[in-house]
Each structure stands twice: as C-alpha cells, then as structure tokens.
C-alpha cells in the first residue's frame, strides 16, 4: 500500500513539474517569430479605388485603430485582465518611424494577407486574409494618402502584452500564419447578392468575427467553421473596458432577427437603431458608408446561414 502510495505521490509531483514548466515555457519564452515577405500587389491611383479604400479603412481599420489624435494612431483596446491581455493596436498613419511608412506595399499585402508584420511578430487580431487583391489594393492606396486620417503621427503605443491565453494559443499554432495560402483572390460578382454578402461579411468587415461565439474559436480562413457562426455571445470590450455581448443574427425567431424585415436589417446597420427603435450599444459599429444594397447583399446571405437557437444575455456589465 506504501509503495503505491509512493509511486501515485511521485506520478503527481512529476505531472505538477510538468504543469509548471509548461505554464513558465508559455508565460516567458518569447513568442515564435516568422520571416517578413513583400508579395506582388497592385496599387491603383483611380479616384474610385481611393474611395473604395476609404470605405474599408473607415468602417473597419477605424474600430480599433483610432487615436486621441483622430487620426490611425493607435489606441488601447483591452486592458490587462482581458484574457487576451493587455492590447494596444499600432499607429498605421504613414510616420516613417513610427507608423506605416517603413512598411512596403509588399510587406503590407503580406501582414494583411498572414497577419505577419515586418519585425516577425504575428499580430492575431489583424488579418483580412480573404479580401480580394482590388479590395487590398485600394486599403492600401488609402493608407498612403494624404487623407487627414492617415497623415504622420508621432503617437507610439505599447507593443501589445499578450496574456496567457493568447500566448498559449500562439505558441501550441492556434493563433498562426497560413504562410502557404496566398493565392490571387478575386471578389464575387455583386450580382450574385448571397456570395457578394459573404464576401462583405466576412472578408472585408469583420462582422463574423464580434457575431460568432469567441475570438478564440473564429476561423479567419475559413469563417463558417467559426464556433456559433453568427449565434453571437461573443464577449468585446466597449469604450470604457466593460464586456458587451454580441447579438444572435443568424435567423433564430426566438432569438436571432427571424424576425426582422430587411429594411429593420438596413436600418440597425446603418444607423444602430432596432425594430423596437432601442439604440444598439455603441460596441456595434454604425456602417453609414455601406449602401442599402451592400446591407441587402449581407441580408441575403445571413438566410442562407444555420439558424443557431442561442440565447444571448445582452448586456452583462461587470
Ligand atoms: C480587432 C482590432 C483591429 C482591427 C479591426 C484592425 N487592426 Fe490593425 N492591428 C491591431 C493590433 C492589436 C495591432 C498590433 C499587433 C502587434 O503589434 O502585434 C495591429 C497592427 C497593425 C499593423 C502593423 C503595424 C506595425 O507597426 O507593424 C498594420 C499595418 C495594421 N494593423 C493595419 C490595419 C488596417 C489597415 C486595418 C483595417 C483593414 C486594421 N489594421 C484593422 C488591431 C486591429
Ligand atoms: C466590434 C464588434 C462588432 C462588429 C464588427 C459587428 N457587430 Fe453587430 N453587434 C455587436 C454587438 C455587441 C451587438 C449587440 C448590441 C446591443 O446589445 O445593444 C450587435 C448587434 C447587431 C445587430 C442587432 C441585433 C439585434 O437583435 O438587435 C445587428 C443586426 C448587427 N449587429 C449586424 C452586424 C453586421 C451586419 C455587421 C457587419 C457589417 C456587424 N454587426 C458587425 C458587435 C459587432
């Protein structure tokens, strides 16, 4: 009996060694580190282009790299007890320093493209990797502009201070780059309003990424094998740091927007106002840039969705 005892006691003080070591291996060794590529892109200099790139930079890049400055200077956007960590997005204005300018085109496409930045770290919550090459060249025609947004800031926000959960998930690959993916990428035809809406959806705003269940469980490549795509209950941050949960959208009668007629979809997009003329909390974006048929594309597409019965408590402040 002793000696089981013994060996049982032995066992778990070599799976608590194991543990630990473990845990110390995630929390200090530094976080894996990929080679910075420049891949072939095209700029246009169009005045379509520049407002199409406007579009995207406005409604998507603005979420979490608006500055005090008003311009993409970066800001803090979870703080230290965020599982994720202690997050602050980068200044994207064209600085040569401190900002965008010491990127090339190339190297831009390719940290859009894997989420790998120029110094080799992987930045998991920046990553369009589906857009297609227009839709990336006019973003990155907009960056380099003279827009007010994007003029030089001298701003220099922390490097982001990943916590455990992210630093596990980077390091066991769950939060990785895909570097053999990049192929030419080309939009669906706006016509077909069900792929277009998709596209929209998923591609270039990233409205799966805050509807499906967690950040965690998304899929950046392939977004319907996200956990909950499109049942919400996806915790995010508001303004001041409390956890807002995202709406069900998928179209549940009991608790989705089954509902809705697509002119209440329109509108709560647009303008952040439900059927019942409740102001949505301001953690979902207002998407005045996008038109009644882009809305209506993504309209489309969510009755094509699976229909989750989840049950999403609102708002739970803590
Ligand atoms: C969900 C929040 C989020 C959104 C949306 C987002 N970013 Fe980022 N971005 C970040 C974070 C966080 C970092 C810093 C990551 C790091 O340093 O590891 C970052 C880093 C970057 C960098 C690298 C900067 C550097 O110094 O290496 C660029 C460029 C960039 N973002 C551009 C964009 C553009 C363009 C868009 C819109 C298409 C965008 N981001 C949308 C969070 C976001
Ligand atoms: C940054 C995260 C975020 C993004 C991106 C986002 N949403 Fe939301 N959305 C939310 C949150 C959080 C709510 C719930 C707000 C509330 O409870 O007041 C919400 C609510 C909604 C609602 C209202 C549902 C209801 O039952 O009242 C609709 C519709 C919606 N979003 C559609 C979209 C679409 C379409 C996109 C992309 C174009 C999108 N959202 C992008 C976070 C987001």
Not at 76 to 105: C, L, M, V
Not at 131 to 147: M, N, P, T, V
Not at 242 to 253: R, Y
Request: include cysteine; charged fraction near 20%; aromatic fraction near 10%.
């Amino acid at each position: 009996m002793k000696k089981v005892l013994k060996i049982a006691g032995t066992l778990f003080g070599a799976l608590v060694l194991l543990v630990l070591c473990l845990a110390a291996w995630i929390s200090f060794s530094p976080p894996p580190e990929y080679e910075s590529r420049s891949i072939p892109v095209s700029i246009p200099t169009d005045s379509a282009a520049l407002a199409l790139g406007q579009k995207i930079v406005q409604t998507e890049c603005v979420l979490c790299h608006m500055g005090a400055d008003g311009k993409l200077s970066g800001r803090q956007f979870t703080k230290a007890d965020n599982p994720f960590g202690e997050i602050w997005a980068a200044n994207i204005t064209g600085h040569p320093e401190k900002g965008i300018g010491r990127y090339s085109d190339g190297e831009l496409a390719y940290l859009f493209r894997t989420g790998v930045k120029k110094d080799g770290g992987f930045a998991p919550f920046m990553m369009v990797p589906n857009i297609s090459d227009e839709h990336l060249g006019a973003l990155i025609a907009y960056l380099r502009s003279d827009a007010p947004l994007v003029q030089a800031s001298e701003s220099a926000p922390p490097a982001p201070k990943y916590g455990f959960l992210a630093k596990a998930l980077m390091k066991f690959g769950v939060f990785a780059p895909k570097l053999q993916e990049i192929r030419p990428i080309e939009a669906p035809d706006p016509g077909d309003q069900v792929a277009y809406g998709k596209y929209l959806s998923t591609a270039v705003f990233s409205c799966f990424e805050c509807h499906s269940k967690s950040f965690e469980t998304n899929d950046d490549y392939v977004p319907e094998n996200s956990e909950g795509y499109f049942g919400g209950g996806n915790s995010i941050e508001d303004g001041s740091f409390d956890i807002v949960h995202s709406a069900n959208i998928t179209m549940s009668k009991a608790f989705g927007i089954g509902k809705w007629q697509q002119a209440d979809f329109v509108r709560a997009v647009q303008t952040g106002q439900d059927p019942d003329n409740r102001i949505l909390n301001p953690v979902m974006p207002r998407y005045a840039a996008l038109s009644d048929t882009e809305i209506s594309a993504i309209w489309a597409y969510l009755q094509t969705v699976p229909v989750l019965e989840n049950q999403v408590q609102r708002i739970a402040k803590q």
